[in-house]
């Protein structure tokens, strides 16, 4: 096992003066229920509530649904810009954040969840169901995912350790500790396109459905994937199959999936401050429209191409809080967790650190690894 030395780094608190309170203020002169909708969508693009809002009403159930709807819809429009508009290929990007993001949001959430036994409460159920979820996506198997996550993730003394799965996947990627934080950021995008990367990814997907897990488990994956090729097959759309499902759900999957892991604690580091909160958005300029129009344009163009898809395919459902999930991975009402966190902030609760922009937690990251030297060996 190897073990490391620690460097405290600072920490951005969450206060009056975060930029989810700035964009608040900017919907101020709305009309009162015109501002609650407003306030509402920057809500969900941003990962965070403003200070007092109520939560949502939202249920595992609807959350599903939801989930699910996009998924499908993202994957209608990829094959029907694919069919009827090929000149226009690519505005696949569009669909494929939709798609990849429904995907994330049934696994890091929804199945996510179901490891925990906060969907219908019964370990039995939820495992099921989450079987249901992650076999067309080719995803881990539920006894494999619940031995990972909950036995080694959630174990306070493998948690974000070499032992923890999801880290000895970075590691085996080439993100060490103690090197440059520059060589981190460089070996993110040569990892995002590389083929080793993506092929280690697919194996492991395709080895928990087909080899390694349950019996009922390889039976429904075999019968899912005897189900697409006969449709494929009888409907001649080999072609489509590949643009609108198999591209989106693994190069682009896989991707999503990096940079969520590399963002998403301090890997290798203290107990306690293992975890952060990720949250899409910034503050408006400093300056008025009048004075610099170029400038809002640009905050705007940067929160509509950036920092929502982000938010739809990379940090989806309650993935910006997931640091209050390992506070409070029991919460049954985890569909609501960004605004359970910032009640408890409200409330005086320490020790959260916000970080906005996804650029700012990988560098954020980076920073923790670099000054993260690997002691001893064994």
């Not at 989930?67 to 290929?89: C, D, N, Q, T, Y």
């Not at 219908?120 to 159920?125: D, E, L, Y």
């Not at 991975?329 to 408890?344: C, G, L, M, T």
Request: hydrophobic residues 45%; proline residues 6%; glycine residues 4%.
């Amino acid at each position: 096992m190897i073990t490391f030395d620690y460097t405290t780094l600072p920490s951005f608190d969450s206060s009056a003066n975060s930029p989810r309170e700035q964009l608040a203020v900017l919907c101020t002169s709305l009309p009162p229920r015109t501002n609650k909708l407003v306030q509402n969508a920057l809500t969900q693009l941003t990962g965070m509530p403003c200070k007092g809002e109520i939560p949502s009403t939202d249920s595992p159930a609807s959350y599903l649904a939801s989930s699910v709807a996009r998924l499908g819809l993202g994957v209608f429009s990829s094959a029907l810009l694919w069919k009827e508009f090929p000149m226009l290929s690519f505005l696949q990007l569009f669909p494929y954040v939709v798609i990849v993001g429904a995907a994330r949001d049934l696994l890091p959430s929804l199945a996510h969840m179901c490891m925990h036994c906060q969907f219908k409460g019964s370990r039995k159920t939820d495992l099921f169901i989450a079987d249901i979820i992650t076999t067309p996506l080719l995803l881990q198997d539920s006894e494999a995912y619940s031995v990972d996550h909950v036995k080694k993730h959630h174990n306070i003394n493998i948690f974000a350790t070499d032992e923890d799965p999801d880290a000895a996947f970075l590691l085996e990627l080439g993100f060490i500790p103690s090197l440059p934080k520059s060589v981190y950021w460089q070996k993110l995008y040569q990892t995002m396109g590389s083929p080793r990367f993506h092929w280690l990814f697919l194996k492991a997907r395709l080895v928990s459905n087909y080899v390694t897990a349950p019996l009922h488990r390889r039976l429904m994956s075999w019968a899912w994937l005897g189900f697409v090729l006969t449709v494929a097959t009888l409907t001649n759309s080999f072609d489509m199959l590949l643009v609108s499902w198999v591209i989106p759900l693994t190069f682009f999957y896989h991707n999503a999936a990096l940079l969520q892991f590399c963002s998403e604690h301090l890997w290798f580091g203290k107990i306690g401050s293992r975890s952060i909160g990720r949250f899409c958005g910034e503050a408006t300029p400093t300056v008025s429209f009048r004075e610099s129009p170029l400038a809002w344009v640009a905050w705007v163009f940067r929160m509509v191409f950036y920092h929502l898809p982000v938010r739809v395919a990379i940090l989806p459902g309650t993935l910006p809080v997931h640091d209050y999930h390992h506070r409070h991975a029991s919460n049954k009402d985890w569909v609501n967790e960004i605004y359970h966190r910032q009640r408890e902030i409200e409330s005086g609760a320490e020790g959260y650190v916000d970080i906005w922009g996804l650029h700012n937690a990988l560098d954020y990251v980076f920073e923790h690894l670099s000054n993260t030297p690997a002691v001893t060996e064994d």
